[in-house]
């Protein structure tokens, strides 16, 4: 179990700084124009608490207490033969989460591969839910400052959909020079995926949306979101446009495991992007990796659409139909929960955590 933690948010006053003293990251040291509006959406991948992976009875442990390359069972290797079956534990999970967020939780949905070749993917898919996800819908509503600082405005960030997936394995680069070392020890971890809209427009917002949602995971028992290990990333879509004018191409910057970081990586693309705008450049849809040594972005790749994934049913795993009655003695068991998590939030307190 996780404790409650009593000073996990800021005071409003370290919000009003941030405000005050955020800093440029372009790396001409341009002053940017101001007229252009910010647009910012999230993909937030959170480790389940769980005893178990999501298709196998393989065990799970902290990136602290497991060691490489251990913990593996055969499906998650994609050993020829093996097939997966369902973590209940996990389903429980996520059936919570959404509706400690006021999402529809779906009777009915269906898991898909996601192909694509990485080397900590040893089946060359990942197995997630792309069109039928458990969650759809929901919202998480943030408190920021209003312009004179002298009282808060609440603000709702819609949720596209909270989906089920397995984890990968992890690359390790730092080992060996010129090599790279492969851990599979957290391989078929069972994941949530939650995605917003793209309804955020600054770096605090964001990062005031992710401790709200940290906060709310952590108190309900969803997990654990510990993000120095790992078990909270984030991947940020950020575009730029005039007011008036449709979104502009957006970047994708992923892997990020701190909100510091994530603050950082937003201000250094906005940045980017305006100064490669009104210097006559283009901008192109790709994916971007921020170096947390000098705080800058840089390019990975350029971004796949969906038909490079080549999504398709997973023919292994029948659709998960949910049964009302589970659904409805869950919601009874969770009810009030999120009057209780607005109200800790507004007061600045910790509160009591409870199970899924």
């Avoid at 000073?7 to 252009?36: E, I, V, Y």
């Avoid at 499906?75 to 534990?89: C, E, H, M, R």
């Avoid at 939780?105 to 997630?128: C, M, N």
């Avoid at 910057?253 to 693309?269: D, M, P």
Wanted: hydrophobic residues 30%; charged residues 25%; aromatic residues 6%.
């Amino acid at each position: 179990r996780v404790p409650p933690r009593q000073s996990f948010l800021p005071q409003r006053s370290t919000c009003w700084h941030r405000s005050q003293t955020r800093r440029s990251f372009s790396s001409a040291n341009d002053q940017p124009s101001s007229q252009w509006e910010t647009v910012i959406g999230v993909e937030v991948h959170v480790q389940i608490a769980s005893d178990s992976k999501l298709f196998s009875g393989g065990k799970m442990r902290s990136s602290i207490e497991m060691d490489p390359n251990n913990n593996i069972s055969l499906f998650d290797i994609s050993t020829p033969g093996t097939l997966p079956v369902i973590n209940k534990k996990a389903v429980e999970v996520a059936i919570c989460a959404g509706l400690a967020v006021g999402g529809s939780v779906e009777s009915w949905s269906t898991f898909d591969r996601k192909h694509y070749f990485y080397a900590d993917l040893p089946a060359g898919y990942q197995i997630t839910q792309k069109d039928n996800p458990i969650v759809k819908g929901g919202s998480i509503s943030i408190s920021l400052p209003t312009p004179d600082k002298k009282s808060f405005r609440e603000k709702s960030v819609r949720l596209v959909q909270i989906q089920l997936e397995q984890d990968s394995g992890k690359s390790l680069h730092e080992h060996l020079p010129g090599k790279s070392l492969i851990d599979f020890a957290r391989a078929g971890s069972p994941l949530l995926e939650i995605v917003s809209q793209p309804d955020l427009r600054s770096a605090d917002e964001t990062a005031e949306f992710l401790r709200k949602l940290q906060h709310l995971l952590q108190h309900i028992g969803v997990s654990r979101a510990r993000m120095e290990e790992g078990e909270m990333r984030c991947d940020i879509n950020v575009s730029i446009n005039r007011p008036g004018e449709p979104m502009g191409i957006r970047s994708e910057t992923k892997n990020l495991n701190s909100i510091r970081f994530v603050q950082k990586a937003i201000e250094y693309e906005v940045n980017r992007q305006i100064n490669l705008l009104e210097n006559g450049g283009k901008l192109e849809r790709e994916t971007r990796y921020f170096n947390v040594k000098d705080g800058t972005t840089s390019r990975t790749r350029s971004k796949e659409d969906e038909v490079d994934y080549r999504f398709l049913p997973d023919p292994d795993l029948p659709p998960l139909q949910l049964e009302s009655g589970w659904v409805e003695d869950l919601a009874k068991k969770n009810s009030g929960t999120a009057g209780c998590l607005e109200k800790a939030h507004r007061s600045n307190i910790s509160f009591i955590r409870i199970r899924c």
